[in-house]
Every structure is written in C-alpha cells, then in structure tokens.
C-alpha cells in the first residue's frame, strides 16, 4: 500500500529523495520550491518508509504524514455571494492545498435559504466525483441541521463546518462536523480560527483514510499514479492543456483535461508495460467538469488480477 507522505526540507541533495523514492516503487505527485527550500508530496509503499525516514535526517529534513495528497476535494457553499461569504471558503480551499489536495470551490446555483435550499442532479454528479467534501455553512444551528437535503445524497465522505457547537449524531448523514468556522467577515488569521482549520485538515484526512481502507479491501487493479504517468507519457498533448494541473489525481482513478470527444480513445489505447489497455482495466466517461474525461480504475474483484 501506498503511504501520502510531505518531505520539507533543503534544495541540497534533494535528488537523493526523488531518486530512493522512484527505487522503491513510489510517486512523486508534486514538486514545489521556494527559494532555498523544497516541498515534496511523495507515495511511497508503506513497507519502505522506513529508508526513507533514515534519508530525511540525514539530509535534515522533515517527513511527516499528508492524508490529503493524491486526492482532490471540493469546497461547497450555498452560493458565491457576498452573504455566504467567500473568505472562509477560499481559506479553506487554500488551506487544504498547503495540506496535498487539489481543492475545487463550487457554488450552488439554488442554496439559498433554508427552506427552499435546493442541489440538483449536476451538482451532485460534479461533487461525487471528488474524494471528498466540505460543506460550509453559516452560525445558525437550526439552519444547518435542515440544509441536510444538500448533501443526503452525496456519495462520498462528506464534512459540514458552521459557527455552533453541534452534535455530529444530529448530523447522520455528514461524516463529521467541525464547529467554530461559520460566518465570518475577515479572513482567518487569529491562532482560534487557523485552530480550526487545523481540525478541517485533519477531518478530511480521517475521511480519505478511512476510504483507502475501503480500497485495501478490494484493491484497484493498479494505481492512480501508476496512470497519470502512463498518460502523461503517452499522451503528450495533456502538457498543453492550460490547465494548471493538467491530469488530477483521485484515490480512484484520475481527470485527464483535455476534451472527452476529441481524446477518449487516445486515452482508453494507454497501454503498460504488461501489455494491458487502460481501456480494460478502468471505465473512461466525461466529467462533470468543462467536459474533461474521467477515469475510473476497475477493482481487482471485477478484472481478477493487479499490476
């Protein structure tokens, strides 16, 4: 199994780590540097971390455990006016990027009002198709316990955040909730509120962990980033798209963003190295999203063997 893990630490000797990682089998899913310093988000099999770890202190850098990368979550609220204030969603979205994870905001076009407050099928398609999702609402409790039709139906893990302390067994159908995040007019900056998003990140981090246990259960034929680099390689014209992370990755599968018409058996003839088609072993259809092509990889139940 493959551990999300985050290596911060010197430009110097850098390549080592990506090096080790690539032996043993592992992802480099992103690359950031900042000056004199690195940001690593690495998949490495869970046996071998332990040489990783050793590689870390020789080099001083810090290695720590990120749930949240590889994986793409989406940041709802009722709608993108003013009243249910942006801020605290684009904080929240940026926070959980600095954590991993690729964040897409969504707005609902009929959340307004707690009576009327209304998803339609689209948006529930668009949602479902993330890892996961955090909904935001505002610092009234009865509003949130009746907006529950927003996301009863939603497919994967969902975390309702709001102003109120509330008991998450009145929220059934959410996975969690997180309290002290509701309306507010000013960006996150007190140590309480970034306190909160801290209790978000690790939230959502609980969720995903607990749907890669799922996985491990009836594991995908191959790996998510075992796919990207096939179709990166494969179909050079993914590092045109003016996208700014051309393919997504998702524990399932991956967004490839480029038009589904145009590239869908381009993307289905992505053949490995065992001389199996992509097409054979996942189920390729449009997204939800601008039309992009989604990729979901088959478990092993259904195909009978992993590579």
């Known amino acids: 199994m493959l551990e999300p893990v985050m290596f911060t630490g010197g430009l110097y000797k850098h390549d080592l780590v990506l090096e080790l990682v690539e032996d043993l089998g592992g992802y480099i899913l992103q690359k950031n540097v900042t000056q004199t310093e690195i940001i690593l988000l690495l998949l490495v099999p869970s046996e071998d971390m332990n040489a990783l770890e050793i590689l870390s202190r020789d080099l001083r850098g810090e290695l720590v455990r990120a749930p949240?990368?590889?994986?793409?979550?989406?940041?709802v609220t009722p709608t993108l006016a003013i009243h249910h204030l942006p801020h605290v969603a684009c904080d929240i979205a940026e926070y959980l990027r600095r954590h991993g994870s690729k964040t897409n905001m969504i707005g609902m076009a009929r959340g307004v009002g707690r009576e009327i407050a209304q998803i339609n099928e689209y948006e529930t398609a668009l949602i479902n198709e993330h890892d996961a999702a955090v909904f935001i609402f505002g610092n009234f409790e009865d509003c949130i316990k009746k907006k529950e039709d927003l996301y009863r139906n939603i497919g994967v893990p969902v975390i309702i955040t709001g102003g109120p302390k509330i008991d998450p067994e009145e929220l059934p159908y959410a996975f969690g909730y997180v309290p002290s995040i509701g309306r507010m007019a000013h960006r996150t900056r007190k140590a309480t509120e970034i306190g909160s998003l801290d209790n978000i990140v690790e939230m959502v981090g609980r969720a995903l962990d607990k749907t890669r246990e799922a996985i491990a259960k009836d594991p995908?034929?191959?790996?998510?980033p075992r796919v990207m680099d096939a179709v990166r390689e494969q179909v050079p014209e993914v590092e045109f798209s003016y996208s700014p992370l051309p393919i997504a990755l998702n524990l399932t599968g991956v967004r490839v963003k480029l038009p589904y018409a145009g590239y869908r058996d381009k993307v289905a003839a992505v053949t490995f190295d065992e001389g199996v088609k992509l097409g054979e072993v996942a189920t390729i259809r449009p997204s939800r999203m601008k039309d992009y092509i989604l990729v979901?990889?088959?478990?092993?139940?259904?195909?009978?063997?992993?590579?």
């Open 220 to 224: 995908l034929t191959t790996s998510p």
């Open 296 to 307: 979901r990889i088959l478990p092993s139940s259904e195909t009978g063997f992993v590579f």
């Open 68 to 75: 949240l990368a590889g994986t793409e979550v989406a940041v």
